[in-house]
């Protein structure tokens, strides 16, 4: 086994920086798997890794098309640990180059340190609520969390070898991909929040919410079940432990329970202000200042501001 390589592989060339730095820090040479345009793998090489290219994606082929030419590459070099990006795509390759390897995957890894022959990986759990670590053994694949391993100058330029297995399309087949029209919205930079939760009770109340905020200079961010659930708003404005973080003058939370997957999205925020009818919700608990009121007449009130 050649335990000085760490393995990567992601499915944009740009992920491959991190991961590379992940590697090194972890004392590994950076190897990275990649099947695309030929000028994704020479990006790679400016972060520092040796690529195994294995060309073009064809037409047709979904992103996982890649796992048994990979499955290859990772049986023949044997790697210390194989790296890769905790997101949908990258997490869907994972699965399933774990299933056929038999080796364990570990979801939004935020610290890893080399032991034995494996690794110790720390990672959240309970929807954030608490981080544990873990001991893997050599081989394992690791998806690490965004900004987990610090970025480094990096000089050294790395091969590319190119690889004989070819990517072949399975059996789903992909017949189109269209850009997807979403809102974005700039919710770190707001200095006043107002957060809309299930209490605030219908589109309209929202739209009003939204009026209030840009009368006072601010933005309005929601909980995941509004955006997910209702579709009240676009998903780019729920905060939490799978949505947005943000750091306002003031957060006011509107019909917003507190559980603690949103919590962690606004904890950071100078001044919490809880409206909701009942007295006892979480974010009561949570708050600078909690007022016992319907979601209608808050709304009366701070349009009136
Ligand atoms: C793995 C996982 C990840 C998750 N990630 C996130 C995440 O990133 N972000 C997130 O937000 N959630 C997340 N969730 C969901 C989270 O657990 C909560 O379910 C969610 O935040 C609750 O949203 P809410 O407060 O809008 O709704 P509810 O929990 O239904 O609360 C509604 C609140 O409104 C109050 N209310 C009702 N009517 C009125 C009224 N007329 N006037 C005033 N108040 C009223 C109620 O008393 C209640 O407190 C996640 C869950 C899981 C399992």
């Given amino acids: 086994m050649n335990m000085a390589q760490i393995l990567m592989f992601a499915d944009v060339p740009s992920a491959y920086e991190e991961l590379a730095c992940a590697a090194r820090a972890l004392g590994g040479e950076p190897v990275a798997l990649y099947a695309g345009p030929r000028a994704g793998a020479e990006e790679i090489t400016g972060y520092g890794a040796k690529v195994l290219y294995?060309?073009?994606?064809?037409?047709?082929?979904?992103?996982?098309?890649?796992?048994?030419?990979?499955?290859?590459a990772i049986k023949r070099e044997q790697p210390a640990l194989v790296l890769s990006r905790a997101g949908k795509r990258d997490a869907l390759?994972?699965?399933?180059?774990?299933v056929r390897l038999g080796v364990p995957v570990v979801n939004d890894v935020s610290g890893v340190t080399m032991a034995g022959d494996g690794a110790e990986v720390?990672?959240?759990?309970?929807?954030?609520?608490?981080?544990?670590?873990?001991?893997?053994?050599?081989?394992?694949?690791?998806l690490l969390a965004a900004g987990s391993f610090p970025?480094?100058?990096?000089?050294?330029?790395?091969?590319i070898v190119d690889e004989a297995i070819a990517i072949e399309p399975g059996a789903v087949k992909l017949v189109s991909t269209e850009e997807r029209q979403e809102e974005t919205v700039d919710l770190g930079a707001a200095k006043c929040v107002i957060c809309v939760g299930r209490g605030i009770g219908s589109a309209e109340n929202v739209q009003k919410?939204?009026?209030?905020?840009?009368?006072?200079?601010?933005?309005?961010?929601?909980?995941?079940?509004?955006?997910?659930?209702?579709?009240?708003?676009a998903r780019s404005r729920y905060l939490g432990v799978s949505g947005a973080t943000v750091k306002p003058q003031i957060y006011i939370g509107v019909g917003v329970s507190g559980q603690v997957q949103h919590t962690v999205g606004m904890n950071e925020a100078a001044y919490v202000v809880a409206i909701n009818k009942d007295k006892n919700a979480p974010l009561m608990k949570h708050c600078d200042m909690g007022i016992v009121m319907d979601a209608d007449t808050a709304l009366d009130v701070l349009g009136r501001l």
């Fill in 93 to 98: 390759v994972a699965g399933r180059l774990a």
């Fill in 209 to 233: 919410a939204l009026e209030i905020a840009h009368k006072l200079g601010g933005e309005v961010a929601c909980t995941r079940p509004i955006a997910e659930g209702e579709g009240w708003l």
């Fill in 151 to 159: 970025a480094e100058e990096v000089t050294a330029v790395g091969d």
């Fill in 122 to 142: 720390s990672h959240m759990v309970y929807g954030g609520a608490a981080i544990r670590t873990e001991r893997v053994g050599a081989g394992a694949i690791l």
């Fill in 54 to 72: 294995f060309g073009e994606i064809p037409a047709g082929a979904m992103a996982e098309d890649v796992v048994p030419a990979y499955e290859t």
